[in-house]
Antibody, heavy 122, light 109 residues
Framework: QVQLQESGPGLVKPSETLSLTCTVSGGSISSYYWSWIRQPPGKGLEWIGYIYYSGSTNYNPSLKSRVTISVDTSKNQFSLKLNSVTAADTAVYYC????????????????WGQGTLVTVSS | SYELTQPPSVSVSPGQTARITCSGDALPKQYAYWYQQKPGQAPVLVIYKDSERPSGIPERFSGSSSGTTVTLTISGVQAEDEADYYCQSADSSDTYQGVFGGGTKLTVL
């Protein structure tokens, strides 16, 4: 059974870059899409973007100018970089496997990692 | 941008039926998905493709679709079902971008 685990700094200074890594275990990262989703404290879920194991990406238009998602198949990991962060980027960041079915024009997320809280503060 | 609308809260007594709705203009053409999130935990998929139930999800969870509204129904609600529930769909037919509803807090009285 596939499991995902987020890792990275829990505190980032304003204007700097948030960097997180998701390690996939129990299965190969190949042949799937992988996503990042975030949740500000006490608020709802926001999709950030996803990457195919081959490297093609799809980002939330509201974050696209600041987001980069990359994949390292040799390590079974994928990563998130969000630059020029502000306090509004404080959130629990989740990684998840995305299932994308172009023929049905649909996408969903399962399973999810446990999430990691990233606080933006000086 | 595309939005999915959920009621902020739903309350139900144990053993009763809870219905949580999600509305969106593209839902007649897009599948919907439902996630359960308990405090301090990651979301868990409970319904996919409008009405399919993943393995391991109790039969009391079901989903339906009618026009621009999809509904998560929990029959015979148990105390352990108290959680936040989020609907999710795709932005449009050619972008495959994820969109989440604002979430509904289910309270078991």
């Amino acid at each position: 059974q596939v499991q995902l685990q987020e890792s990275g700094p829990g505190l980032v200074k304003p204007s700097e870059t948030l960097s997180l890594t998701c390690t996939v275990s129990g299965g190969s990262i190949s042949s799937y899409y992988w996503s990042w989703i975030r949740q500000p404290p006490g608020k709802g879920l926001e999709w950030i973007g996803y990457i195919y194991y081959s490297g093609s990406t799809n980002y939330n238009p509201s974050l696209k100018s600041r987001v980069t998602i990359s994949v390292d198949t040799s390590k079974n990991q994928f990563s998130l970089k969000l630059n020029s962060v502000t306090a509004a980027d404080t959130a629990v960041y989740y990684c998840a496997r995305a299932t994308v079915v172009p023929a049905a024009a649909t996408v969903w997320f399962d399973p999810w990692g446990q999430g990691t809280l990233v606080t933006v503060s000086s | 941008s595309y939005e999915l609308t959920q009621p902020p809260s739903v309350s139900v007594s144990p053993g009763q039926t809870a219905r949580i709705t999600c509305s969106g203009d593209a839902l007649p053409k897009q599948y919907a998905y439902w996630y359960q999130q308990k405090p301090g935990q990651a979301p868990v998929l409970v319904i996919y493709k409008d009405s399919e139930r993943p393995s391991g999800i109790p039969e009391r969870f079901s989903g339906s679709s009618s026009g621009t509204t999809v509904t998560l129904t929990i029959s015979g609600v148990q105390a352990e079902d108290e959680a936040d529930y989020y609907c999710q769909s795709a932005d449009s037919s050619d972008t495959y971008q994820g969109v989440f509803g604002g979430g509904t807090k289910l309270t078991v009285l």
